[in-house]
């Protein structure tokens, strides 16, 4: 059974889920996670992992961030101060102790800075095909909110953009009526049938811009906890911008050279990992939280 509350974070009210854990596997050290989701997704993208760590005996939670899914929507405080500041009252408020945050996409971005500004409230990061690259390396700001704005979806049949969903997730995804959910719990649906995303255009840029300015491999060389790296890359004959896998394989060699607690690993699949590979993210979580 999947608990929903609401938890104060940092000025603003953060819809939480939590999965108890079953009480099986309880020779597991890691025993609590913190789930982190990416920009303009929801905890729900976590669904399929949170049940595989709950049946081995961890204590699940996940939240939407601000901005996202059924937390508040302030229009401010959508840089890492507040978003860390956020993701540590959930750890202090929900009594997690040191917990395992794995984030995906710009969550590992979070999951990285709560590890750097409050390293005392995490013991162990796992960072999903994020917290790696460094954006304002590759383009400057103009050209970064130019071609990573956020499509204009406001008004779309809910029928046009399911259909969008199982065609474009690719990388052998089969859409379940549980992926479906997780594409749902993005978006605002009228008596009509029109979609509108919970995420704002303007929060979104706002947390872009965040994102822009962010640099990961400093934050990388100070971290001092257990720390994984798992970034993707396509299966051979998925296509894939050849200039941005370049730039990851770039990213992976200077963390690589990092060493210390931080370590580093590819797996196949799509940006998405959490829902195309649950089982090996799951896994990886609780590999990296025994390292703790």
């Not at 996409?105 to 796992?126: C, D, H, M, T």
């Not at 103009?142 to 969008?164: I, K, N, Q």
């Not at 990851?248 to 931080?262: C, D, F, L, T």
Request: glycine share 10%; charged share 25%; net charge positive.
């Amino acid at each position: 059974m999947v608990l929903e509350r609401s938890v104060p974070g940092d000025g603003v009210q953060l819809a939480v889920r939590e999965w108890p854990g079953s009480t099986v596997a309880r020779d597991c050290r890691a025993r609590s996670t913190l789930l982190l989701h990416g920009l303009a997704s929801s905890s729900h993208i976590w669904d399929l992992v949170a049940s595989r760590l709950a049946a081995v005996g961890l204590r699940v939670v996940a939240y939407d961030q601000r901005g996202h899914g059924r937390s508040g929507k302030p229009s401010s405080g959508y840089g890492f101060e507040r978003t860390t500041a956020d993701a540590a009252s959930v750890v202090r408020r929900l009594r997690l102790g040191r917990p395992v945050v794995a984030g995906h996409s710009w969550g590992a971005n979070v999951a990285l800075e709560l590890a750097v500004r409050y390293p005392r409230s995490v013991g162990a990061i796992v960072l999903i095909d994020g917290g790696f690259t460094s954006l304002h390396e590759r383009m400057d700001w103009a050209t970064a909110r130019r071609e990573l704005a956020p499509p204009d979806l406001a008004g779309t049949h809910v029928d046009e953009f399911l259909g969008w969903v199982r065609s474009g997730l690719g990388g052998g995804l089969r859409v379940t009526p549980e992926i479906e959910a997780v594409a749902m719990s993005l978006m605002h649906v009228d008596r009509e049938g029109r979609i509108r995303p919970r995420l704002s255009r303007e929060n979104h840029l706002r947390i872009l811009h965040g994102l822009w300015a962010q640099d990961p491999h400093e934050l990388l060389r100070r971290v001092r906890v257990p720390t994984l790296v798992l970034a993707v890359r396509p299966a051979e004959g998925d296509t894939i911008p050849v200039g941005f896998l370049r730039a990851k394989e770039q990213a992976a060699a200077e963390v690589r050279a990092i060493g210390g607690p931080v370590r580093f690993q590819w797996a196949t699949g799509i940006h998405d990992l959490p829902l195309l590979r649950p089982e090996l993210v799951a896994r990886r979580i609780v590999t990296t939280g025994d390292r703790s």
